[in-house]
């Protein structure tokens, strides 16, 4: 423990000296020295669960044949219900977590693997060294506690790797698991549970001929983000889910590092959302598709019933084009070699299912009868509709620039640096902001920018998203998504497409210290497309 203390306050001098130009300027450098790893349980903290995650390098028999190395997760509870974690065995998926809101919770992360590491709470509103920010990854052997009260609504929430420069392969390998967590509120619904409320995590993979899986970085890859050529449905290939004829709660996450989903039933049934990234909604949505970025969640009330039994549906992705059109796609358009077609807007893929092009995603097989008469509840859940009036910087908006360009990617013309905060990115503790992302929506395209969509995501609390505005002459291609944007509750993810300009208003409440905003298009976040900002 000591030696830990010590590298990290080693890290601090080289920050100090390294930001020394910077510290007459910038105050914030004495606030470094507060950050330091957890790796000891606090005395005065008095969990109502406690759970060890453990990571391992282990095989495990996704396919006939051969294993798959993967990187997995495994957790053993030590206080409470057995019944608060799923160790998804026989996949490469982290355990499935499940809390309550307002429960203390200790989760104690072993490292055994050759690499350092962190997870993070995706979406969880938790203090800033509870978060796993990549200045806490901890090297093989070591352990990190993190210790929290659950302070969010009930909603599908997730973690995953964040390790500097290296989030996308860790996911990609296995290091990513569902947490979710319910409240009396969402209790008090007659929502279909149990066994008719069931996650799917929605992500692609390649494997090669020995079953393992593969991922390249090449160029290509990193620009465009890791497409795969298979999609897998909670760790599995080729799986399909049975249902009765009744009521269910589908939870979706999209764990993929890069791919955007348009999905849609193939028979034309339209999608109800009941829920997003941070919970239920006010009231039910129905989409006749709808949009799933990287990092998102939905939440469906999908009925089965008056289905024939032995009949199959099929969500599936459906075309859209993503590029602006005709738009500069200059530093991609020549020359690239690539198996594969081309993307709408002339891009280039390596994988057999170019984004935006049409795939099944998740197989249901209707298996049995039952009776139910389930009622779609016409009110969910309120919520507090967040107020422009009520920013710290109604007037003034904080504008995220992003852009790609050469082999970076940008947040403001920046890249992710550890521990570089600059005037701009202080957030005083306590406030509303008033944020906008913009796409290429004021800026317009260069030759050499590259256009694509960003799903933008905001650690800390859940934001609302004010509006979206999009430029004329990307107006094309994004009608062919636009009807499937679910605009409503709280977000943590917000896809962001070229051309586009999306305004949120996001709380900054009881946490000080590093939160991050990012691209989660994972190959983009490791490019750099990533900033801290501080709260304080
Ligand atoms: Cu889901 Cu900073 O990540
Ligand atoms: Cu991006």
Redesign the pocket.
């Known amino acids: 423990m000591a030696s830990l203390i010590n590298l990290q306050r080693r890290n601090l001098l080289k920050y100090a000296a390294i930001g020394m130009a910077s510290v007459a300027t910038y105050p914030v450098w004495s606030q470094a020295i507060e950050f330091k790893r957890v790796n000891q349980p606090s005395a005065d903290f008095h969990p109502d669960v406690e759970i060890e995650l453990t990571q391992n390098v282990t095989d495990i028999a996704i396919f006939e044949g051969e294993k798959t190395r993967v990187w997995k997760v495994t957790g053993k509870v030590l206080k409470g219900s057995s019944e608060v974690i799923d160790n998804n065995e026989g996949t490469y998926l982290a355990p499935t977590l499940r809390f309550k809101k307002g429960q203390k919770i200790r989760l104690i992360l072993n490292n055994n693997l050759p690499a350092q590491s962190i997870l993070?709470w995706?979406g969880l509103h938790v203090p800033a060294n509870m978060d796993g920010n990549p200045m806490y990854a901890i090297n093989q052997g070591e352990t990190y506690i993190y210790e929290f009260e659950i302070r969010n609504r009930a909603s599908t929430y997730w973690y995953?790797a964040?390790t500097h420069s290296v989030t996308a392969r860790q996911v990609y390998s296995g290091l990513a698991g569902l947490f979710i967590v319910s409240d009396d509120q969402e209790m008090a619904l007659d929502l279909p549970r149990g066994d008719l409320d069931i996650p799917l995590v929605i992500q692609d993979r390649s494997f090669d001929e020995h079953n393992q899986l593969s991922y390249s970085s090449h160029m290509m890859q990193r620009m465009q983000g890791f497409l795969g050529d298979r999609i897998m449905i909670n760790g599995r290939p080729d799986f399909v889910l049975p249902v009765a004829t009744r009521t269910y709660r589908l939870r979706l996450l999209n764990g993929s590092n890069s791919r955007i989903y348009k999905l849609a039933w193939d028979d034309g049934t339209p999608i109800t959302v009941i829920g997003v990234d941070g919970g239920l909604l006010e009231r039910p949505e129905q989409h006749g598709f709808v949009m799933l970025a990287p990092?998102e969640r939905l939440e469906l009330w999908m009925d089965f019933s008056g289905r024939v039994v032995d009949t199959e549906l099929t969500l599936r992705s459906i075309p859209f084009d993503a590029s602006t059109h005709g738009g500069g796609m200059g530093m991609m358009g020549g020359g690239m070699g690539g198996r594969g077609g081309m993307m709408g807007g002339g891009m280039m893929s390596v994988s057999s299912m170019p984004s935006g092009s049409d795939y099944p995603v998740l197989k249901v097989r209707v298996t049995k009868k039952e009776q139910s008469n389930d009622k779609l509840p016409k009110v969910l859940t309120p919520i507090t509709a967040l107020r422009v009036t009520d920013s710290q910087n109604a007037a003034n908006p904080k504008t995220i620039t992003l852009s790609m360009q050469h082999m970076s990617a940008l947040l403001n013309g920046r890249s992710y640096k550890m521990n570089d905060i600059q005037p701009d990115e202080i957030i005083p503790v306590n406030t509303l902001q008033l944020i906008e992302f913009d796409n290429g929506f004021s800026g317009g395209m260069h030759g050499m920018m590259m256009d694509m969509p960003h799903p933008m995501?905001l650690?800390g609390e859940q934001f609302q998203i004010v509006k979206r505005e999009v430029n004329s002459g990307s107006q094309e291609n994004y009608q062919t998504v636009a009807a499937g944007f679910i605009n409503n509750g709280w977000k943590d993810v917000v896809l962001v497409m070229p051309g586009e300009k999306v305004t949120i208003l996001k709380p900054f409440n009881d946490f000080k210290g590093l939160f991050?905003m990012?691209c989660?298009n994972l190959e983009h976040e490791d490019m750099g497309m990533m900033r801290d900002l501080l709260v304080q």
């Open positions: 993070h995706h995953h964040h990092g995501h650690h991050m990012h989660h």
